[in-house]
């Protein structure tokens, strides 16, 4: 205290001088630049700059991404950068509708309290399919036992389904039903994306518990231009492949239409196929005048039928009801069809009278008009020059869909011979030439009958050669369409009943030019191999290295997988237009396999795989596809 005193009373001051206050604290900060784009296309990339200021420790930045679909929101090419250093982003390869939006975040690596966001959209090309588009597909569902699906969709040009309906035939598998229904069912929305490949995905909803997975259905598909796409089913309940066409027409049908269907009989509850002409000679009318059919029951035939019957007028969405009477068949002689109108050309059918398990029959198939060539086809003239033909089917050794697959041509000379044919025809479970099947590969010639008036067909094949053992008498039915439009085909079966068959097909008249193979194209595919595997796809032919490349989306077993690698090898077309060539990868069961090509233009063709009995490597495996070439679904697209 004194010193204290002392101290304070002297007679000096001294001058007390704080240090001085520190300058402020830098703040780490962070900002895009330049800023990223908000948007861009699923194909694109782009590129994403961040700069870090007031980091003394220069540590860059920590980039993520952040989505409503996590797992699927795109990658970046480095997870950390330099302040100013550029990282990539690339969208996911697809998504569920026609845009996503992902969330890009940069963090100050320093201090990840200082972070940006830049959202950026992603955007597909829904923009390539608007409208209404009719579906049709057959298939097996998990009983094993056939399945058709038919329908419409209304696209809303970006990645959405508005409306629709649908018929479907399965096997009800509930403890109250047991039994193969017909079900019509409304479509009460969904979501669709088309990649930059032209592949793609359809997702339909229903309120139908019984179909698809609890009611909503899934569909691979490949582009190939805005107008149709081929499709196949990706449950884990059904497995198909079909088409999808834009609807341009829904005008109440008229004239004659050739048409074919195939599925099961409801009172055998075996294999069936029937086909012919139904003339529509009045509004909403068939009388009978001008129509004819054919039925092929378990490998029996009933040819030659009389028709009748009734069409309705068309509901909003272009689908009318036909009511068909066939007194000559033995099993059932009324049908209903409902008919999705595409155009004034082509409908697609699927059987409808069987909701309670106990109908005619459940069909499903197509009708092509023949417009004003009805009634004009009066001699063995109108069939002249080269057809192409595809045809799946059963085998009725065993019953099961698509165990025969059959792809074949032939020069009809106008004068009621057939000459220069070759056909690749295989019955998968048959045993006849050993427990692998039965594969008829030969050359053959034959004759041909054309009903005057109605356009109905009959064809026979002869001298085959290599002749098989035993001998096959083939009989196919043709149905004309005139105007440039290919004819319907029914397998008749064997003659000799060797080899009893049935099933279903097209023929095509094949083009004078070119048949080549090369560019892009979109196929689809049906395989047996006590399994049914279904699939889209799109590949590139190169026809100078000989090969083919691609990806498929594919259906084995009801277990559907996405993005398999295709990829092939082929020899330049004969002059006929037939070429081998071999398609392998995990898209497919047993792989490699040798196929041959039917080229009907260089646009488009069919395929059958051809070594069932291949005494040195037996596949056991069956399998029929079709191709055509695909419009890319932009600019710089592959």
């Not at 005193?5 to 300058?23: E, K, L, R, Y």
């Not at 700069?51 to 540590?59: F, G, K, L, R, T």
């Not at 191999?529 to 000989?546: K, L, R, V």
């Amino acid at each position: 205290m004194i010193a204290g005193f002392a101290g304070c009373g002297g007679g000096s001051t001294a001058n007390v001088q704080n240090p001085p206050a520190p300058p402020p604290t830098s703040t780490i900060a962070i900002a895009f630049q330049p800023t990223p784009a908000a948007s861009i296309a699923i194909n694109a990339t782009s590129p994403l700059t961040a700069v870090v200021s007031n980091d003394p420790s220069n540590a860059g930045v920590d980039w993520s991404l952040t989505c409503a679909n996590p797992g699927n929101c795109g990658v970046l090419s480095a997870l950390h950068t330099a302040s100013g250093q550029a990282t990539t982003y690339t969208p996911p390869a697809s998504f569920s509708g026609n845009s996503q939006t992902v969330n890009v975040v940069a963090f100050a690596t320093a201090n990840h309290s200082q972070n940006v966001v830049a959202p950026i959209t992603i955007t597909a090309f829904g923009a390539n399919f608007k409208g209404s588009y009719v579906l049709e597909a057959q298939g097996i569902d998990s009983s094993s036992g056939p399945y058709e699906f038919g329908g419409v969709i209304i696209l809303d040009g970006n990645g959405g389904i508005t409306s629709g309906e649908q018929t479907v035939n399965f096997f009800d598998q509930n403890p109250d039903v047991g039994a193969l229904v017909s079900r019509a069912d409304p479509i009460t929305g969904g979501s669709y994306f088309l990649g930059p490949d032209g592949r793609g995905t359809i997702t339909i909803n229903t309120n139908d518990q019984d179909v698809g997975q609890n009611g909503v259905e899934t569909f691979s598909f490949v582009y190939l231009s805005a107008s149709q796409a081929l499709i196949a089913e990706m449950d884990f309940t059904e497995s198909s492949t079909g088409t999808m066409d834009l609807q341009t027409s829904a005008a109440t049908p008229s004239g004659g239409y050739a048409f074919v269907v195939s599925g099961t009989d409801i009172a055998t509850a075996s294999p069936t196929a029937f086909g012919g002409i139904l003339n529509i000679d009045s509004p909403n009318n068939i009388s009978g005048t001008g129509s004819v059919t054919d039925q092929n029951l378990a490998g029996t035939l009933t040819v030659k039928q009389a028709l009748s019957g009734t069409v309705s007028n068309p509901d909003p969405f272009g689908a009318v009801t036909l009511n068909l009477t066939v007194p000559g068949f033995p099993t059932a002689t009324t049908f209903q069809f409902t008919g999705y109108i595409v155009d004034a050309t082509h409908i697609k059918l699927i059987e409808s009278d069987n909701s309670s398990g106990a109908g005619s029959a459940s069909t499903g198939g197509v009708a092509i008009g023949q417009g004003s060539a009805t009634g004009t086809f009066t001699g063995d003239t109108v069939l002249s020059g080269t057809y192409v033909f595809g045809m799946v089917g059963v085998d009725l050794s065993v019953f099961t869909p698509s165990t025969l697959t059959s792809a074949g041509l032939f020069t009809a000379d106008g004068s009621g011979d057939l000459v220069n044919g070759f056909t690749d025809t295989f019955l998968q479970q048959s045993g006849i030439q050993g427990n692998a099947g039965a594969q008829i590969s030969a050359t053959f010639g034959g004759t041909y009958v054309v009903d005057k008036g109605t356009g109905r067909v009959h064809l026979f094949f002869s001298h085959l050669s290599p002749r098989p053992t035993p001998v096959i008498d083939p009989e196919l039915f043709f149905y004309l369409t005139g105007n440039g439009n290919p004819p319907l085909i029914l397998d008749g079966s064997d003659t000799s009943l060797n080899y009893p068959s049935l099933g279903a097909g097209i023929a095509y008249l094949q083009s004078t030019g070119t048949l080549g193979f090369n560019g892009k194209y979109g196929f689809s595919f049906t395989q047996q191999n006590g399994g049914e595997n279904d699939g889209t796809g799109q590949m590139t032919a190169s026809s100078t290295a000989g090969t083919v490349s691609g990806a498929a989306d594919t259906n084995s077993g009801f277990n559907p997988t996405f993005d398999n690698p295709v990829s092939g090898t082929f020899a330049p077309p004969a002059s006929n237009g037939r070429f081998a060539g071999t398609l392998s990868g995990q898209a497919f069961e047993f792989s490699p396999f040798a196929a041959d090509y039917y080229a009907i233009d260089a646009s488009h063709g069919f395929f059958v795989e051809t070594d069932l009995v291949d005494p040195n490597n037996p596949t056991g495996v069956v399998t029929f596809g079709y191709y055509a070439a695909a419009t890319p679904v932009c600019a710089g697209c592959p």
